[in-house]
Structure formats: C-alpha cells, structure tokens
C-alpha cells in the first residue's frame, strides 16, 4: 500500500511570494489533515478535511493561507503572501473511516522563506 | 484545551541499554487516545504505539512499551535494548475521543541519541 504523498520536498522563497504545497493521501482514506512543524515545537493542526468537506479549521490563518480538497481526494495548501515566520515543515497525513485514530503521515515539505 | 508536556528535551541511551522518555498530559475527558511517534531525520512521523484511556493493561509493540499513569496524567515510553535506529525526535501525542475530533496535539518532543 502506498503511503501518503507530499510535493514539493523542499521549497526556498522570498517573503511576500506565493507557494502551494501538494498531498495525495493513501487510496481510500477520508479524512486528511495538514500540520505546521515549527523548528524545535511539535506539528500544529492547520485545517483537517472529511472528504471534501472542511471539519477543522480553527488554527488556519485564514489571511494568508488557504486549502482545498477537491474531489475529496488530492489536497492543495496554500500561502499568499508568505512571511519570514511561515518557515516551517508543512506535514500531511491521512486516516481511514471509521478508524479515525490512526494517522498516517507523509514526509513533509521544508518550507524557508527569506 | 488538551496540553502535552514532555520535560526531556534530549535523551540518550547505550546500544542495548533501556531509556524511559517521559510525557504529562492535561485534559478534563476521560475517554481519549495516546500516541508515540517517532521522526527520523527523513522528517517522516511514524507511528510507535498507542493507547487507549479506558483500557488498564499497558500497550506493548516488540522493545517498545508505556506505562500509562491515568490519575496522574502520565505517559511514558520504554525502549527496550535499543538500537542505532531508534535515534530520532519522539514526539507524545493526545488525541480527543470525541466523535469528530480527530486532529492530534503533540509536545515539543525528546531527541534520543543511541550511542554505539
């Protein structure tokens, strides 16, 4: 079974700049959820979808980042305009319904803005 | 809101040797989940082991094993006879048991350092 992938691995932009990150979660699971890892802190829950439907999007900085799941499949995270404090490992990961409690991680984007 | 605390921000241990990494937790539920997981340098989260709060009898998966305190809101992570791979961040995580709520609130994390 494969498991749960993310591009681009690295990213390096300039502050004010755009970029989009990509998750393809494992075949059949439903719900998916976006991290910010934080150099030095563990991941924080940006936004969790069921299907394609947003359940959590409470931590979202809603004025710069966005994210979708069209087709409640392939999911897209976005940031515009970045700023120096979006430096951070962006991780996907993907659970199974009705196992909802095992979270199944992808590798992660290292995201620099300068 | 669901707070993990883990005090041990490295750790190290000799090839073989047992090491304990140490996780409080705060919560006013009683029905949730807990989770190891460890990040290897490729920055991949691997799930270790996981406990469920109304289960008594501590979660064991082969060298790893918890001692599940849920009075005193403790969690802690033994590894048995360590090995070179095992070197990685360990992070503690608490999950709601809540219909719905499904998102994962990790600690800060241990760096265990495995010395040959």
């Known amino acids: 079974e494969a498991g749960v992938a993310q591009s681009p691995r690295y990213k390096i932009i300039e502050k004010r700049q755009s970029v989009a990150f990509w998750c393809n979660p494992i075949s059949g699971h439903a719900t998916l959820y976006w991290y910010q890892q934080i150099l030095g802190q563990g991941p924080k829950l940006l936004i969790q979808f069921q299907n394609n439907g947003v359940v959590d999007d409470s931590q979202l900085p809603k004025d710069r980042f966005s994210a979708e799941r069209l087709k409640g499949v392939d999911s897209t995270l976005k940031i515009q305009p970045a700023k120096l404090e979006d430096s951070a490992v962006y991780l996907c990961?993907?659970?199974?319904?009705?196992?909802?409690?095992?979270?199944?991680f992808g590798p992660g984007t290292r995201l620099t803005v300068l | 809101a669901q707070t993990v605390t883990q005090s041990q921000p490295e750790m190290s241990v000799q090839e073989a040797e047992t090491v304990t990494l140490s996780c409080t937790y705060d919560t006013s539920e009683s029905d949730y989940y807990l989770f190891w997981y460890k990040q290897p340098p490729s920055r991949q989260m691997i799930l270790v082991i996981r406990q469920e709060a109304y289960k008594q009898q501590n979660a064991t998966e082969n060298r790893f094993s918890v001692n599940f305190q849920k009075a005193a809101k403790s969690f802690s992570l033994k590894i048995s006879d360590s090995q070179l791979g095992d070197a990685a961040m360990y992070f503690c995580a608490y999950r709601s048991g809540i219909t719905g709520a499904n998102n994962l609130f990790f600690g800060t994390g241990t760096r265990l350092t495995v010395i040959p």
């Open positions: 990961a993907s659970s199974p319904w009705p196992r909802r409690d095992t979270q199944y």
